[in-house]
């Protein structure tokens, strides 16, 4: 059985940093994609960012690019996005998922973790 649990929410002061984490059980990462989401109260999930597990390479959407960053640990088969400088806006529940294509599509995902809350205080 497929799990994506993801772990390093909280609350964070504007301007402040967390990193989160994703650790896959039931499926080593090879050739995935895995991506973020954030989901705020009465929105639907927004593709934050995401890598290509085989390559390394990562996709990162405007709104973060130049605060956020994603990257893997080989090891622990985990996937972490670095967030830094922090706003009121990037508040909501992250999803770690994974699927075949590195896409900014939650369908195009097949397997997907219960979430972990940032808040952020101004």
């Known amino acids: 059985q497929v799990q994506l649990v993801e772990s390093g929410g909280g609350l964070v002061q504007v301007g402040g940093s967390l990193r989160l984490s994703c650790a896959a059980s039931?499926?080593?990462?090879?050739?995935?994609?895995v991506g973020w989401f954030r989901q705020a109260p009465g929105k639907a999930r927004f593709f934050v960012a995401g890598?290509?597990?085989?390559?390394?390479?990562?996709r990162i959407m405007d709104s973060v690019s130049g605060r956020f960053a994603v990257f893997r640990e080989r090891a622990k088969n985990t996937v972490h996005p670095q967030m830094n400088s922090l706003k009121p806006e990037d508040a909501g529940v992250y999803f770690c998922?994974?699927?075949?294509?590195?896409?900014?599509?939650?369908?195009?995902?097949?397997?997907w973790g219960q979430g972990t809350q940032v808040a952020v205080s101004s």
């Open positions: 890598l290509r597990w085989s390559s390394g390479n990562t």
């Open positions: 998922t994974s699927g075949p294509r590195l896409t900014t599509l939650p369908e195009d995902y097949d397997y």
């Open positions: 039931g499926l080593t990462f090879s050739d995935d994609a």
